[in-house]
């Protein structure tokens, strides 16, 4: 056994449910991951802005990790398992019938079809009352897209619940979510932390179509007994979890609000721990894992995901869009700004600081001398740009200037990207070491549930189990050069929005495939 294992004390089981797959690990109340297990789950485009799963897998892809990561437990250890906790994508839902089979494919949290809904409902009092400002990822304008173009499947759904309700009812039997997780719907009155009766009428549901819900940290229900002994354990508690951006918070502890998460993923998203609620034009407010706070959150849809497009479509196609330590290198023989190469990374529109559904990505500044390196740095700089005026108002919203920064996601594997990110944020980025931070963040609640470190405070459990890298110092001469560089890319989004409207409606007029009907096969 690894000598950083804990031998004794309790063990819990955490499922993350993501965009691209489901993982499972086994963690002791040090942190330590003992196991982990992954499968990948098949992102579905049947049209241009249209991202779906089918939630069969959501559902399947749990079972096999939670079963394969226990396998590897002994039987002493298997009774050391004292709890599940579960993190999942937010704001993708599907629709259920009674026997809990999906009407259609789940649709994600990325997925763009809804551009006219939210410009017919998004306003300030649906922000201010949701905490969530209008854009692509509340499920809310989604829902009332399905309402509007296929409006028997609501009709004949049992339930309509976001990924970690489906999975909860599998694990137990019972229709029922976190707050902390089903919030991201954007349908929550969020101050009450309950269903709102006008959002609801407007994705076009009933309230008891939704899940139950239980505060974070609580338990949900027990495991059902024919799980429990398929898996060799006790039919231990289901405990309400959270959405993946604020686990990946809790499994950095970042739990005070001079400490931002960072998650450079699929998508690059920021955010600190409020005691209060606050909305506001440029974030997003979430019910946190810790009871009773919140979540000021800021996001960005063109991560890793933009990273990887130019590695797949302009790179060394030997790769496959893997990184590629050749581009990173050539990218980073060459001076900040690029050589006058600035990037607009709207590529799945833009959330934080805009919101707008139909803009779209920009490269500007093209010279005969630049080459692909110049572009793949213009495209990571341009991301830390972004970032650094999304930070200035969680600072302003908090009310407390950051400190520090804690990093995770595939993103902080690039040398280059992690210091382009401290150069133009101005702040020393903390690297996780846990890979699968948003599980760890689950696991924190599921282990805070189980009173080990003295209470069931979810920070205290959150500082015993993070485990940290190395710290990015920046370059502070290099961020007042990016400062220069960003004021320029700043300039570029009022300039080219109305362009960006005009694209919009001739990709309307001309579409290249049509959307494929609710039969489609799951």
Same mark, same amino acid.
């Given at each position: ?97 009674? =026997? ?61 619940? =976001? ?37 609801? =009428? ?20 027990? /495991? ?198 401290? =150069? ?97 096969? /799951?």
């Amino acid at each position: 056994m690894n000598a950083q294992r804990l031998s004794d004390g309790p063990l819990v089981v955490a499922l993350d449910s993501s965009t691209t797959s489901t993982k499972a690990i086994v963690v002791d109340a040090g942190g330590n991951v003992w196991h982990t297990a992954k499968r990948n789950i098949q992102l579905h485009t049947p049209a241009m802005d249209f991202y779906e799963h089918n939630p069969v897998r959501w559902w399947e892809t749990s079972r096999e990790t939670i079963a394969e990561v226990i396998s590897q437990l002994d039987a002493k250890d298997r009774e050391r398992i004292a709890a599940i906790g579960i993190t999942h994508q937010r704001e993708s839902f599907a629709p259920f019938d009674l =026997d809990g089979n999906p009407l259609r494919r789940g649709i994600l949290w990325l997925d763009g079809r809804a551009a006219k809904q939210i410009e017919e409902y998004g306003n300030a009092h649906i922000h201010e009352l949701s905490g969530k400002p209008a854009g692509v990822t509340p499920a809310i304008y989604k829902m009332a897209w399905v309402k509007e173009n296929e409006p028997e499947i609501f009709a004949k759904a049992d339930k309509v619940v =976001d990924v970690l309700g489906y999975i909860t009812w599998n694990l137990t039997g019972e229709w029922a979510s976190s707050q902390a997780a089903a919030d991201s719907l954007g349908l929550f009155d969020i101050k009450k932390r309950d269903w709102a009766d006008e959002l609801l =009428d407007i994705a076009g549901v009933r309230r008891e179509q939704m899940s139950d819900l239980v505060p974070p940290a609580e338990e949900i229900a027990p /495991l059902k007994e024919e799980l429990a002994s398929e898996w060799g354990i006790k039919a231990v508690p289901i405990i309400a979890g959270l959405g993946d951006g604020q686990a990946a918070g809790i499994g950095a502890a970042a739990v005070d609000p001079e400490v931002a998460y960072l998650n450079l993923g699929t998508a690059v998203n920021a955010g600190v721990e409020s005691a209060n609620y606050q909305y506001d034009p440029v974030f997003r407010t979430h019910v946190s894992g810790i009871p009773g706070n919140y979540v000021f959150e800021v996001l960005q849809s063109s991560g890793s995901y933009l990273a990887g497009w130019f590695r797949q479509s302009l790179g060394d196609p030997k790769l496959l869009g893997e990184p590629d330590p050749a581009l990173d290198a050539a990218a980073a023989e060459i001076p900040p700004g690029a050589e006058g190469l600035v990037t607009l990374p709207y590529w799945n529109a833009v959330q934080s600081p805009y919101w707008d559904a139909v803009a779209r990505g920009a490269v500007v500044g093209w010279r005969g001398t630049h080459s692909r390196a110049h572009m793949y740095r213009s495209i990571l700089e341009s991301i830390g740009f972004e970032m650094r005026l999304n930070l200035d108002s969680l600072e302003q919203g908090t009310g407390v200037a950051l400190e520090s920064v804690r990093a995770m996601g595939g993103g902080t594997r690039s040398k280059l990207w992690r210091q382009i990110m401290a =150069d133009t944020t101005g702040l020393p980025i903390t690297v996780c070491l846990e890979d699968e931070i948003s599980a760890l963040g689950a696991a924190v609640l599921a282990m805070a549930s189980t009173g080990t470190f003295g209470s069931h405070d979810v920070a205290e459990a959150a500082k015993n189990m993070a485990r940290f890298g190395e710290t990015i110092e920046p370059d502070m001469d290099r961020h007042q050069q990016y400062n220069e560089i960003a004021q320029v890319q700043r300039e570029l989004y009022p300039k080219l929005k109305g362009t960006f409207r005009k694209l919009h409606e001739l990709a309307e007029r001309n579409p290249s495939t049509k959307p494929q009907s609710p039969a489609a096969e /799951l």
